[in-house]
C-alpha cells in the first residue's frame, strides 16, 4: 500500500454502533508500516508468526455481530487496525454475518442449529456480556488450544481478565484489549468557584475519598435552586461496587456464582448512596430519580448541566467525554479554557488504600463449531498487536491532543486511569447470567437511588436475598452440568 506515507497522519474519525445500538465515535488507529511495526515490537520480545507459516493465513473468518467491526471505512482510508494486518500481511478477509443486537442470542442459536455457525463474536461484560449462560448453552468454544495467557509476551497482560472468562478450567474468551469503565468527569470552573479542592490534585495527594466527594456533593447540593450534585446512569454502580472492587455477585474458587449483599464494604458504599438519596442529590424530574430519561440516555447528553453549575459530578465511561470540543464544551465544559478534567473514582477512606477502577475489556469469542478457528484466532492475533503497537498508541494520543485538544494533564489523567485499572483487574459477573438474577440484582443496583432513599439497602437486601441465593443454586447448577466436547 504505497499510499500510505501521504496520508500517514490523517486524523480521521468513524462512527460505530456499540452497546445498545448507541453510537461512539472511536480513533483510527494508523502506523508507519506492518514492517516498521513488527520491528519496535520485535525488540520487546512480541512477534507475529511469518506469513507463510500462519495458520489461518490466506483464509475467510465470518464475523457474527451487530457492527462490522473490522470493515467500517472507507477504500480511500488507509487503516492499519488489526484487520489491516491480518489483509495485508496474510491475505485473509472478514464475511460479516449480521445479525441486530437484540436478537443475537436466538440468531446464533437458529444458527448453530442449523450447522452453520460463523467463526467469532463479540464478548464483554455487563449489558451485551457472553459468559457464561452463552457458554452453558453450547455456543463458544475454549480458546487455550490456541491462547497462553501465562506465558506468549503478546497475551500475557491480558491474563488477569482472561482468568473472568474460565469455565471448568477453560478459557472461553480472547481478550485483546483493557481499559477503564467509570471514572469522574468534572468542570473545573464550577469546583473553583465553589471553592473545592480540585479532585485531580486531592487523588495525586493520595486524599480523594468517599468523604471528600460526599461532603462537596453536601455543600453543592440544593433542590430548592434545581442544583444537583450527581446525575446519570452509573452512580451507584460507581460508589458501590466499582470503587470498592466488590461486587455483589462475586464468583469463588470453585467457579460458582455467590452472593456478597453481607460484605461490610458493600454495605457502607451503600450506607454512601444512602446518604446521596435520602439528601435528595440525585437529579430528577418531579419523583422520577431517573430523570436522566427525560432528556434521553444517549452519551451525547452525558455531562448535561455541568458546565452551568448545576451538576457537580457525572460518572460515566469516556463514551462520555471523548466528543468534539463545541459538543463537550456544552456539557461538560470549555476543554479549551480549561475547565474539562477527569479523575479515579473516589476511594474507600476506611479501605486498603487502594484506588478501583472497573475494567472494561474488549474481546471475542470462539464460536462453537466453526470451521475456520486458526483465521479467527489469527485475526484477533493481528487485532492486539496493533492495540499494543506504540505508533498505534502515540496517534491515539495524538488525535486526543489535537483533534479533541486535551492538555498534558488532562492525558496523564488517562493514563492513570488504564494504569489503575491493569494494575486491580476487576469486572463485573452480572450481564450473561439469568434473567431472574439480572431482575434480583438490578433492585441492588438501583433500588435504594431510584426510590429516593425510601428504601434502604437493608431493606431490598432483606426482600431480595433468599431469591438471589436459590437463583444463583439454580446458574450454579447449569455450570456444573456443562461439559465441553471436544
Request: hydrophobic share 35%; proline share 4%.
Amino acid at each position: 500500500m504505497k499510499r500510505i506515507a501521504a496520508i500517514l497522519l490523517a486524523l480521521v474519525c468513524i462512527m460505530t454502533t456499540v452497546g445498545c445500538g448507541k453510537k461512539q465515535r472511536k480513533p483510527i488507529r494508523l502506523t508507519l508500516s506492518t514492517e516498521d511495526s513488527e520491528a519496535i515490537m520485535r525488540a520487546a520480545g512480541i512477534t507475529l508468526p511469518p506469513a507463510e507459516e500462519a495458520p489461518g493465513a490466506g483464509t475467510v473468518v465470518q464475523w457474527y455481530s451487530w457492527i462490522d467491526l473490522f470493515q467500517n471505512y472507507s477504500d480511500e482510508e488507509i487503516v492499519q487496525t488489526g484487520y489491516w494486518t491480518f489483509r495485508e500481511k496474510y491475505g485473509g478477509s472478514i464475511k460479516w454475518v449480521e445479525t441486530t443486537y437484540d436478537t443475537r442470542n436466538t440468531d446464533l442459536a437458529n444458527l448453530l442449529v442449523a450447522g452453520t455457525p460463523p467463526d467469532m463474536t463479540n464478548a464483554g461484560t455487563a449489558m451485551h456480556a457472553t459468559f457464561p449462560l452463552n457458554v452453558t448453552k453450547g455456543m463458544y468454544q475454549p480458546v487455550d488450544r490456541w491462547i497462553d495467557y501465562d506465558n506468549d509476551p503478546l497475551w500475557k497482560e491480558m491474563k488477569d481478565a482472561g482468568e473472568y472468562y474460565v469455565l471448568g478450567g477453560k478459557h472461553f474468551a480472547i481478550v485483546y484489549d483493557l481499559t477503564f469503565k467509570d471514572v469522574i468527569p468534572y468542570n473545573r470552573r464550577v469546583m473553583n468557584e465553589w471553592g473545592f479542592d480540585d479532585p485531580w490534585q486531592l487523588y495525586l495527594n493520595d486524599e480523594w475519598t468517599w468523604d471528600k466527594f460526599y461532603d462537596m456533593c453536601l455543600d453543592f447540593n440544593s433542590p430548592d435552586d434545581n442544583r444537583f450534585a450527581v446525575d446519570g446512569w452509573y452512580v451507584t454502580c460507581s460508589l458501590v461496587e466499582e470503587s470498592t472492587g466488590h461486587y455483589i455477585i462475586e464468583r469463588d474458587e470453585d467457579g460458582h456464582y455467590i452472593s456478597n449483599l453481607d460484605d461490610p464494604i458493600i454495605l457502607q458504599a451503600h450506607d454512601l448512596v444512602y446518604n446521596i438519596a435520602k439528601n435528595d442529590m440525585m437529579f430528577r424530574v418531579g419523583n422520577d430519580y431517573w430523570g436522566i430519561n427525560s432528556y434521553g440516555g444517549s452519551a451525547s447528553n452525558y455531562g448535561y448541566r455541568v458546565k452551568d453549575g448545576l451538576t457537580l459530578f457525572w460518572p460515566c465511561d469516556d463514551e462520555g467525554f471523548i466528543r468534539p470540543v463545541e459538543e463537550l464544551k456544552n456539557t461538560f465544559g470549555d476543554v479549551t479554557e480549561g475547565e474539562f478534567m477527569i479523575c479515579p473514582l473516589p476511594r474507600n477512606p476506611d479501605g486498603d488504600g487502594i484506588y478501583y477502577l472497573n475494567a472494561m475489556p474488549d474481546a471475542f469469542n470462539l464460536i462453537n463449531g466453526a470451521t475456520n478457528p486458526e483465521g479467527a484466532v489469527l485475526l484477533a492475533m493481528c487485532t492486539r498487536f496493533k492495540i499494543m503497537d506504540p505508533t498505534v498508541v502515540n496517534i491515539d494520543r495524538k488525535q486526543l491532543k489535537e483533534k479533541y485538544l486535551w492538555s498534558d494533564e488532562m492525558l496523564s489523567a488517562w493514563d492513570e486511569c488504564i494504569a489503575l485499572t491493569k494494575a486491580n483487574v476487576r469486572l463485573y459477573y452480572n450481564g450473561n447470567l439469568t434473567e431472574r438474577v439480572e431482575q434480583i440484582y438490578n433492585q441492588f443496583d438501583w433500588g435504594v437511588m431510584r426510590t429516593g432513599g425510601a428504601n434502604t439497602f437493608t431493606q431490598i437486601r432483606e426482600q431480595n436475598a433468599d431469591a438471589l441465593e436459590y437463583y444463583l443454586g439454580e446458574l450454579n447448577s447449569m455450570i456444573d452440568s456443562y461439559v465441553y466436547n471436544e
